[in-house]
């Protein structure tokens, strides 16, 4: 592939867009904004497309964005030798001042590498001087683990973009790219991994993390965050585009953060606390979309946790927009809201009961019974939804086969009040479940855990595949135990694994044998308990939960004792001289 074919194509991509930004780049910082996945993917990720506005948003920066080629095209422009360009001026990614990458997924920890060789910028940091761009790599894996990832950053950005793109600019002042990173590690989020060394255990274990004399590095980087909601935009698309994963769909977020705290969740911890974005804000951006959009997806992991969801919902729908939300949490939901997001189109929702029993649901504290499920199921049913999509998971603590059989059973009534609803239609919808092996995250009540061993997890797919076979008008999608493996490893692991993550790239994503052409043992990350451990890898970013917490939660789960979010904890108390 030539480097006209590449601009060719960029030239394409553009002319099918809406809300792009063209700048000139004289007197401007320069920052090449690459998404490690394809445009397909890239340009339905809220959180590249808010990074891109903020980046606009400061008149004296200038970013474009470059994405991961399709894999034929990828083939053609590694033979070629031809190097990536940006889509808005076509512009080599090596030729800016700043490259920073978006990492959403674990998956995707090659594909940074991949468009690090593409562009001709040496792949570790260790190996680049001034004259290469500096190599900011952030995203949502950031708050969770960047050990991985350290050996091939500048710089680690972690937290939430609003609070970190100024003081970008602020360290681009001075020219020397020494003092350039001594600045970012004074400001919170940023985290310079050559600015640390690390010191193991006789066990292999982590003992502690060094900041270097003379480089003004903290003992540990504090997340950035915002305080508040209320002066900001909520993040919402800008670039409007028929050729991406959700097709042109306006995507907002509604409400950052989640209360119920589940102990497997590190979204739910790590966005902390919960903020409202203002109402207005959300109903104004919507109106200004419209032109663009017809379909309108609503981004929070506790949408019903906005004060005013249902007034959100009903101008939305007035607006002439059909309506998505994400997973919903079903303790919240309302007739009201169900009714909205029927009339307004939507045939589908989601819901993650996670297990199918109420004592393993204690145990995880998803804060919701069976009861309650097929309560809010007779809701959705009623009410017109025709379909239900379903999160499980396996490979809990505690897990016993009476608990998988209760998966099967748990979806066996959802099913049947589906088609008691269906015959009255006409119609029979679907029930897709996706069951997925517990990973056990960072930054979680979970993180000293080691994951159920793979034979067990194998032998329990293998139990779920025979109990939901055959059931009419029911899918479940039962993920790889090897699949889960590997994600373990880059979940978990430390800047040790770097070398694995490199042989996995350059042999097409092998990761058996990436692992052992390595010498990694995979094992020692994922299958070791980590409870006695001085120091966990993602120790150096403190997210803002504390270790006294998390054990706390811990323990909980080991009685199965829930711990209530605020709102279910007075509801509780309301009730329980009614219930005694």
């Not at 002319?15 to 394809?38: C, D, M, Q, W």
């Not at 959705?380 to 939804?385: D, L």
């Amino acid at each position: 592939m030539k480097s006209r074919h590449l601009q060719e194509a960029a030239q394409h991509i553009l002319s099918r867009e809406v809300g792009y930004v063209r700048k000139p780049h004289a007197n401007r910082l320069r920052v090449a904004l690459i998404f490690p996945n394809t445009y397909f993917v890239g340009m339905s990720n809220l959180g590249f497309q808010t990074i891109y506005r903020l980046f606009n948003d400061q008149p004296d920066i200038v970013c474009e964005r470059a994405f991961l080629p399709p894999k034929q095209e990828l083939a053609a422009l590694r033979e070629s030798g031809a190097r990536i360009v940006t889509i808005e001026s076509q512009t080599p990614v090596a030729d800016f001042d700043v490259i920073a990458c978006s990492v959403s997924f674990e998956w995707d920890y090659t594909n940074v590498l991949t468009m690090l060789r593409l562009a001709g910028v040496p792949l570790r940091a260790a190996d680049r001087d001034y004259t290469d761009p500096l190599v900011v790599i952030g995203g949502a894996v950031t708050f969770v683990n960047p050990e991985p990832l350290a050996p091939f950053a500048d710089v680690i950005a972690a937290g939430e973009g609003e609070a970190l793109v100024p003081a970008l600019l602020e360290a681009f002042q001075t020219p020397s790219r020494s003092e350039q990173l001594r600045r970012l590690a004074q400001h919170r989020g940023y985290y310079i991994p050559s600015f640390y060394d690390v010191e193991y255990d006789t066990h292999g274990a982590i003992a502690r993390f060094v900041p270097r004399e003379g480089t003004g590095a903290p003992p540990v980087v504090r997340k950035a965050a915002l305080r508040t909601t209320d002066a900001i935009d909520p993040p919402s698309t800008s670039i409007f585009t028929p050729d991406t994963e959700f097709g042109s769909r306006f995507l907002v977020e509604v409400v950052r953060g989640c209360a119920n705290l589940c102990r497997f969740c590190w979204a739910g911890y790590n966005y902390l606390p919960v903020r409202a974005f203002p109402t207005q804000r959300i109903l104004d951006l919507a109106q200004a979309a419209r032109a663009h959009s017809s379909r309108a997806g609503l981004v929070s992991i506790a949408l019903c946790d906005h004060p005013d969801i249902e007034q959100i919902l009903r101008s939305l729908k007035d607006m002439g927009y059909s309506i998505s939300p994400a997973s919903l949490r079903l303790d919240d939901l309302t007739p009201t809201i169900v009714s909205l997001l029927r009339e307004s189109g939507e045939r589908t929702l989601t819901i993650a009961p996670e297990t199918g029993s109420d004592r393993l649901r204690r145990v995880i504290n998803k804060t919701i019974t069976n009861e309650e499920i097929l309560n809010r199921a007779e809701l959705i049913f009623a009410t017109g939804i025709e379909s239900l999509k379903l999160y499980y998971m396996i490979g809990l603590p505690t897990e016993e086969d009476a608990d998988l059989v209760a998966i099967r059973d748990l979806t066996l009534q959802l099913h049947a009040i589906m088609l008691k609803h269906a015959r009255a239609r006409g119609r029979i919808g679907r029930i897709v479940a996706s069951v997925n092996p517990l990973v056990p995250k960072p930054g979680t009540a979970y993180q000293w855990l080691p994951m159920t061993p793979s034979g067990d997890i194998e032998r329990r797919m293998k139990r779920m595949r025979t109990l939901v076979a055959g059931i009419d008008n029911v899918y479940f999608n039962i993920k790889s135990e090897r699949h889960s493996y590997y994600q373990a490893l880059l979940s978990l692991g430390d800047r040790r694994i770097a070398p694995a993550i490199e042989h996995a790239e350059a042999n097409g994503g092998q990761w058996r044998r990436a692992v052992a052409d390595a010498g990694v043992d995979g094992d020692f990350y994922i299958y070791r308990d980590r409870s006695n451990d001085t120091v966990l890898p993602w120790n150096v970013i403190d997210g803002g939960m504390k270790e006294p917490f998390f054990r706390a939660e811990f323990e909980k789960s080991t009685r199965a004792e829930w711990t209530l979010p605020p709102k279910r904890a007075q509801e509780n108390a309301r009730l329980l001289p009614v219930l005694n």
